[in-house]
C-alpha cells in the first residue's frame, strides 16, 4: 500500500465551480506539502501545513492529524488553474526529504 | 525569489554515454535533491546532499552518482545511460524545515 494516496487522480471542471482534491496518508508526518505542477515541468510549492488550515488567494488547504487526512480546495476556479497537484509528506528527522503522492490532473475548461 | 536553475530543458544522448546533469541554486540552501518523474510513478527521489560532499541515496539511487564539490552546485550523473533512465529529471533545493524549491526540469531521452 502506497504511503500517500490522492483522489481523484483525474478531475476536469467547469470555469466557477469548487474544486476539491484529497490526499491521505499512513504514516506520521511532520508537515504536508501541497505543490503545482503546470505542463512543461516546473513545479511551485503552494503550502506546507503541520495543522489546522491555510488560505492564498482562492486556495484553501486543510490538513487532520488525526484522520491522516488533507484537502486542497480551489474556489471559483479558472483555466489557468488547469495543472496537475502533489501532496507530498515530510516525514521528520534531519534531511528534509519528502514522500510523493501521483498527483491529480485537474482541467478547467471555460 | 529563489532560482534553481538546471542546465539543460532538453537532452538527447545515445546508451552507453556517461551524462552530467547540472543544477545550481542561489540561496544558500543545504539541502539539494535530484528526483526523476515517469507518468503514473510520481516523483522519485533519487540522491539527496544535506552539505558539500556529503550525499544520500534516495529511493532508486542505481545507475546514478551524484557529485557536490560547491554549496550551490549539484550534479547527477549517468555513468552509462540506458534507455530505462529516459525520463524528466528534476533538481530542487531547500533550507531545514522548509519548502523545497524545484528547477524547471530536464526532459532526458536515451536512445
Known amino acids: 500500500k502506497n504511503e500517500v494516496e490522492q483522489s481523484p487522480q483525474n478531475l476536469t471542471a467547469q470555469e466557477g465551480e469548487f474544486i476539491t482534491i484529497n490526499c491521505s496518508y499512513s504514516v506520521g508526518i511532520s508537515a504536508l506539502h501541497w505543490l503545482q505542477q503546470h505542463p512543461g515541468g516546473g513545479i511551485v510549492s503552494l503550502f506546507m501545513l503541520s495543522s489546522g488550515k491555510k488560505k492564498h488567494g482562492r486556495l484553501i488547504a486543510t490538513i487532520n492529524i488525526q484522520e491522516k487526512h488533507s484537502s486542497l480546495h480551489i474556489t471559483a476556479s479558472h483555466p489557468r488553474d488547469s495543472a496537475v497537484y502533489i501532496c507530498?509528506?515530510?516525514?521528520?528527522?534531519?534531511?528534509?526529504?519528502?514522500?510523493f503522492g501521483t498527483g491529480t490532473l485537474l482541467a478547467v475548461q471555460p | 525569489d529563489v532560482k534553481v536553475t538546471q542546465s539543460s530543458r532538453y537532452l538527447v544522448k545515445r546508451t552507453g554515454e556517461k551524462v552530467f546533469l547540472e543544477c545550481v541554486q542561489d540561496?544558500?540552501?543545504?539541502?539539494m535533491f535530484w528526483y526523476r518523474q515517469d507518468p503514473g510513478l510520481g516523483l522519485r527521489l533519487i540522491y539527496f546532499?544535506?552539505?558539500?560532499?556529503?550525499?544520500e541515496k534516495g529511493d532508486i539511487p542505481e545507475g546514478y552518482s551524484v557529485s557536490r564539490e560547491k554549496k550551490e552546485r549539484f550534479s547527477l550523473i549517468l555513468e552509462s545511460a540506458s534507455t530505462n533512465q529516459t525520463s524528466m529529471y528534476l533538481c530542487?533545493?531547500?533550507?531545514?524545515?522548509?519548502?523545497?524549491?524545484f528547477g524547471d526540469g530536464t526532459r532526458l531521452s536515451i536512445l
Open positions: 530542487a533545493s531547500s533550507d531545514q524545515n522548509q519548502p523545497q524549491h
Open positions: 546532499s544535506y552539505d558539500v560532499k556529503m550525499k
Open positions: 507530498a509528506l515530510r516525514r521528520g528527522g534531519a534531511t528534509n526529504k519528502l514522500i
Open positions: 540561496m544558500d540552501h543545504e539541502n
